[in-house]
């Protein structure tokens, strides 16, 4: 199966860097964009993607038999994670926060302020877009930060923190930019990933960090 190109973006996802493909844009889950960091030994897939027969044909190819990790980074990117984790039994990872909004969740773990996956994938708890919203950081060889809806498009080529209507306390996501400055390794620019799609590809989906737009 061939997934290298944004040819077929409404079916299969893209490879928008080496080792880091996004996924088409989930409708059911307010435009919420989902990636797959190819990783050892325990590959991630960061939020969930639209559920279909495709999707689990191509995670399956991608996860090669390898056990895999799905990290959630906000409440609204939780789709349909009951029914994708039936498919495929891997493992799911949430800030505490958002741990009750999964009953009955099988292999789910949730951590507080800070966690390291067994792949060395960095999450930091940033609250503010929603009560347990995270941020994942995949430094070299890749060094992509993973914003959930801490950072949102406003343009193709920019990202911004914004305040919407569903945005759960702005006081706490202005900090939560402020710690996750610091919180980055020293002299790091990572590519930003947004949780949030424009385009239902995800072509031109990583932008640079010059790409933050202070609000």
């Given amino acids: ?20 493909w996004a996924f088409p844009t ?10 797959w960091i190819e990783c050892e030994p325990e590959p991630v897939l960061v939020d969930c993607p639209p559920v279909k027969k495709t999707t689990i044909e191509v995670l ?6 390898r056990k895999c990790q799905i990290i959630l980074t906000n409440r609204e990117s939780h789709g349909r994670i009951f029914d994708l984790q039936e498919e495929l039994g891997w493992s799911v990872l949430v800030q505490e926060q958002e741990a009750y909004l999964l009953p ?9 302020n800070e966690y390291v996956t067994a792949s060395g994938i960095k999450l930091l708890w940033t609250p503010g877009p929603t009560p347990g919203s995270c941020v994942a950081y995949a430094s070299s ?12 498009p ?13 945005t759960f306390h702005w006081t706490r996501q202005q900090k939560s930019l402020e710690k996750l400055r610091k919180w980055l ?8 990933a947004s949780g949030v799609g424009l385009r239902p590809s995800g072509e031109d989906s990583i932008v640079k960090w010059e790409a933050w737009i202070n609000s």
Avoid: E, H
Wanted: aromatic share 8%; glycine share 6%; with cysteine.
């Fill in 141 to 152: 060889p890749w060094n992509v930060l993973f914003c959930g809806r801490l950072l949102i």
């Fill in 154 to 166: 406003l343009k193709s080529n920019q990202l911004i923190s914004l305040r919407t209507k569903k």
């Fill in 185 to 192: 390794p020293r002299n790091q620019r990572p590519a930003l």
């Fill in 60 to 65: 399956k190819n991608l996860a090669s038999g």
């Fill in 1 to 20: 199966m061939v997934f290298n190109s944004s040819a077929d973006y409404g079916i299969y996802p893209c490879q928008v860097k080496d080792g880091v």
């Fill in 104 to 112: 009955g969740l099988k292999q789910l773990t949730a951590f507080s």
């Fill in 26 to 35: 989930n409708n059911l889950c307010n435009s919420s964009r989902s990636w």
